[in-house]
Nanobody, 125 residues
Framework: VQLAESGGGSVQAGGSLRLSCAVS??????????VGWFRQAQGKARERVAD???????TYADPAKGRFTISQDNTKNIVYLQMNSLKPEDTAMYYC??????????????????WGQGILVTVSS
């Protein structure tokens, strides 16, 4: 399984960015999997931003609620993270990650096994 992020960059506070995560390598069409966006700011622990479980249920972390939207284009195997009203504290490396194929009705953080290389988002004040 491979994941590849794109769409990061620099933006001023209040601006928007859309991150994309191309997912490939799942071979069993009967399996579902969780896909999530995570971020890690310099000197801080990695934190979950949002995820979609195998049944399509979406969960947002508190910092993302009301500003970020995760969505999935199943025909293209791409997961998006639309980020609006960005703040300087959103500055971080953003990663997409996924679990093994299976039957996922929720997404424990320690089950995200496959990770992209990360992409930098910088929000200036």
């Amino acid at each position: 399984v491979q994941l590849a992020e794109s769409g990061g960059g620099s933006v001023q506070a209040g601006g928007s960015l859309r991150l994309s995560c191309a997912v490939s390598g799942y071979t069993d069409s009967n399996d579902n999997y969780c896909v999530g966006w995570f971020r890690q700011a310099q000197g801080k622990a990695r934190e979950r931003v949002a995820d979609i479980d195998g049944e399509g249920t979406i969960t947002y972390a508190d910092p993302a609620k009301g500003r970020f939207t995760i969505s999935q284009d199943n025909t293209k195997n791409i997961v998006y993270l639309q980020m609006n009203s960005l703040k300087p504290e959103d500055t971080a490396m953003y990663y997409c990650a996924s679990t093994r194929g299976g039957s996922w009705s929720f997404c424990p953080m320690n089950q995200f096994e496959f990770w992209g290389q990360g992409i930098l988002v910088t929000v200036s004040s």
